[in-house]
């Protein structure tokens, strides 16, 4: 197959490269600019275009031959826009796909998997905790997946990866996780940390997952991207022991967290400004296990486990050697 992956130049992207490659595909990794040399891996054809603003000749040129497309690209829960935020989101989010579709039709490339949010699949799972009305991101998200499934009728191929917290460290490139490692590096001997939990997952399984999708996913369909499922305390934990630091993990209580984020909501709101995710609410998500069966998406999608706590090793290494900016970390963009 030929894959065209857009984001193919970033962290997920070199994992998936390299699974694509290793099973004998074309790979052709979009971005908006050249990577640095080392930071792909040989084989993959690498492309600078953004393919939001690019002329329909650029687009159709790009997609030419194509069997797959995968999408791996947009604004995460990080950004930040002026409110309401979910109209930056939609531009990031939902636009794109609407072009990218349409140019995929007329070219005849009939398999798109997008890579999603996790917070889809929390949506459906836990309704009453408000996944989407606590937050632009993931309402774009679901949007965006709702956009794709209309537009592909019953010609095209959708495939929507669900991606949870993810681990693991790609050459010449930083991390989300620098806030983990400062947190557990400010704590000593205790350190406080959330009473819920999360699924997590490997780069190298998101890739194996994306490569399952392209080979053998038919129809629309969306698949929660599991590996483990470890309360906050449990990451944490392994995040110390990668850093050869002891520690202990206490559970903090829920009512600073809560009253802090209520702060950084007004904040916020006298700024004019809007993150991915109401502070209120990540405050009490936290406080719930948010776990995953992995095991539909696995079978379905030929992945299996893998080491996590080796993956946090290599998040560490990354992260002390070329940075890491977290997930709550705030991305400012205007629009």
Known sequence: MRVVMIGGTGFLGY????????????????????????QMPPGATCVSLDTTTCSDDDLGGLLKG????????????????????????RAANVGPIRRLMGAMRAAGCPRLVIFGSYYTSLYRLFPHLGFLSGGAYPLSRQEQTELAFDLAGQDMDVAVLELPYIFGGAPGRGTLWGFYMDHVRGHDPEV?????GSACVTARQVALAAVGACERSEGHRTYPIGGENLTYAQIYGLFADAMGLSRRFVVKPAAPAVEAAEAQRAQLAASGTETGYDPV???????????????????????????????IRATVEATDRHGGKGPASRVETRK
């Not at 390299?18 to 640095?36: D, F, M, T, Y």
């Not at 194509?66 to 989101?89: E, L, M, W």
């Open 15 to 38: 994992f998936t490269c390299v699974e694509l490659l290793a099973r004998g595909h074309e790979v052709v990794a979009v971005g908006l600019k050249p990577p640095a040399e080392g």
């Open 66 to 89: 194509c069997d797959a497309v995968i999408h791996a690209a947009g604004a995460d829960g990080r950004n930040s826009f002026p409110a309401p935020a979910i109209d930056g989101f």
């Open 192 to 196: 406080p940390v959330p009473a819920g």
């Open 281 to 311: 609410a990540v405050a009490r998500w936290q406080e719930q296990f948010l776990f995953l069966d992995a095991a539909p998406a696995m079978q379905a999608l030929g992945y299996g486990p893998d080491d996590l706590a080796a993956a």
